[in-house]
C-alpha cells in the first residue's frame, strides 16, 4: 500500500489484512469485511445527504448498500497530507448485474422499485441541504437539448467541407430532431410539472444512476451502490436509465421492455400519467443527442471511431425503437 493509503486509513477503526486495487479504488480485506477506499471531489453537504439516506436504507430497512464508514473521531471523510479528501466505505465481493441474464435483469428492476418504496418512507425533511438535490425539470432539459440540437445542425451546415460524423448527422437529423420535438411536445401535453412539483414536495428520491454495474449480486443476495448521483424527482427517471441502457443492448427487444416494466409495476404501480411522462423519455433520443454534444464540445477535426458508431447505431435503432413504444408504453 503507498502512503497516502496507510496515513488515510490510520484514521479508520478497521484493521487491514489486504489490499487490492479496482478502477479507481482501493479493495481492502479487514477485520470488519470488504471496504472500499476511495477519492471524494463532492461537497461535504452532498455527503451528509447520502450518509444519511444511505444509514437509513441500511440500519432502518436492511438494504445491503455501501454505506459509510466514520473515522475514529466520527468524521465521514479522511483527509491526507496533500489535503485530499478520501472515503472509505463498505465493499461487496459479489459480481455486477448480467446483462445477458433475463433472471438477474428481473431481479434488479424489483430491487429498483423495492429501493423506491423504502426511500418513499424516508422523512426526507432529516435530509442535510434537501434543496441541493432537487433534480432539474426534465422539460426544461428537454427544451435546453433541443436548442442545442438546432446550435448543432446550424453549425455543421454552413461547412463547407463536411467530416464522415458531419455527414451523418445531416443525414439523420431531420428524423431524430422530430422524435425529439414529439418528446417535448409530450410532455407539454402531460400532467409531468404537476407529478414533478409533488414527487419533490413528498421528497421522492433517486438512486440516479442505477445500472448493471451498481447492482451486485451473490447466492440470492443484492447490494445496491454508487448512490453518488442521488436526486430528488420523479422516480421513473430511475427506471427509464435503466431500461433504456439495457435495452440498447437487446436492440430494444418488446419481450424484454414488458417484463421489466411488469416486474417494476408488480412491486410499485405505474400511473397511467407516469407511463405516459415514460414514454416522453423514451422517445427523446438521448444517446443521438449525447454523440451531439460530445461533437460540439470537442475537437470537431477528428471524433473517434466508436463516437461515429455510437452516433450511427443511435440513429439505426430509431425504427426498432419505436416499434417498443408504439407496442409497449
Request: proline residues 2%.
Amino acid at each position: 500500500m503507498n502512503d497516502w493509503g496507510r496515513s488515510v486509513l490510520e484514521q479508520y477503526p478497521v484493521t487491514v489484512y489486504g489490499v487490492k486495487k479496482g478502477r479507481g479504488v482501493l479493495i481492502l480485506d479487514t477485520d470488519r469485511g470488504c471496504k472500499i477506499l476511495q477519492e471524494y471531489r463532492g461537497s461535504k453537504r452532498h455527503m451528509e445527504a447520502e450518509d444519511r439516506i444511505l444509514s437509513f436504507l441500511k440500519e432502518e430497512r436492511g438494504l445491503l448498500v455501501d454505506a459509510y464508514v466514520r473515522t475514529k473521531e466520527g468524521e465521514l471523510s479522511a483527509v491526507n497530507e496533500d489535503g485530499v479528501q478520501y472515503i472509505l466505505k463498505d465493499g461487496f465481493l459479489f459480481t455486477e448485474c448480467n446483462v445477458g441474464s433475463r433472471g438477474e435483469l428481473e431481479t434488479a428492476v424489483r430491487m429498483l422499485a423495492k429501493l423506491h418504496m423504502l426511500l418513499r418512507g424516508m422523512d426526507s425533511r432529516e435530509i442535510p441541504d434537501r434543496t441541493g438535490l432537487v433534480g432539474n425539470s426534465l422539460v426544461d432539459e428537454m427544451e435546453k437539448h433541443n436548442r442545442e440540437l438546432k446550435r448543432i445542425r446550424a453549425f455543421i451546415r454552413n461547412k463547407k467541407k463536411k467530416t464522415g460524423f458531419e455527414l451523418c448527422i445531416m443525414k439523420s437529423f431531420d428524423t431524430m430532431y422530430a422524435q425529439a420535438e414529439e418528446a417535448l411536445h409530450l410532455l407539454y401535453d402531460s400532467q409531468y410539472q404537476k407529478l414533478y412539483k409533488d414527487a419533490v414536495g413528498q421528497g421522492h428520491i433517486c438512486h440516479g444512476s442505477y445500472n448493471q454495474h451498481n447492482v451486485l449480486l451473490h447466492s440470492g443476495q443484492v447490494a445496491v451502490i454508487n448512490f453518488q448521483h442521488i436526486s430528488i424527482q420523479m422516480q421513473i427517471f430511475d427506471l427509464y436509465q435503466f431500461m433504456r441502457k439495457i435495452l440498447e443492448k437487446h436492440n430494444w427487444s418488446l419481450e424484454l421492455g414488458s417484463m421489466m416494466l411488469e416486474d417494476y409495476n408488480r412491486i410499485l404501480p405505474i400511473s397511467k400519467e407516469e407511463s405516459r411522462i415514460l414514454r416522453a423519455m423514451f422517445l427523446y433520443p438521448e444517446k443521438y443527442w449525447k454523440q451531439m454534444n460530445f461533437y460540439y464540445s470537442s475537437n470537431k477535426a477528428w471524433i473517434p471511431q466508436r463516437n461515429i458508431d455510437k452516433l450511427k447505431h443511435a440513429a439505426d435503432q430509431y425504427t426498432v425503437r419505436t416499434a417498443f413504444l408504439n407496442h409497449v408504453l
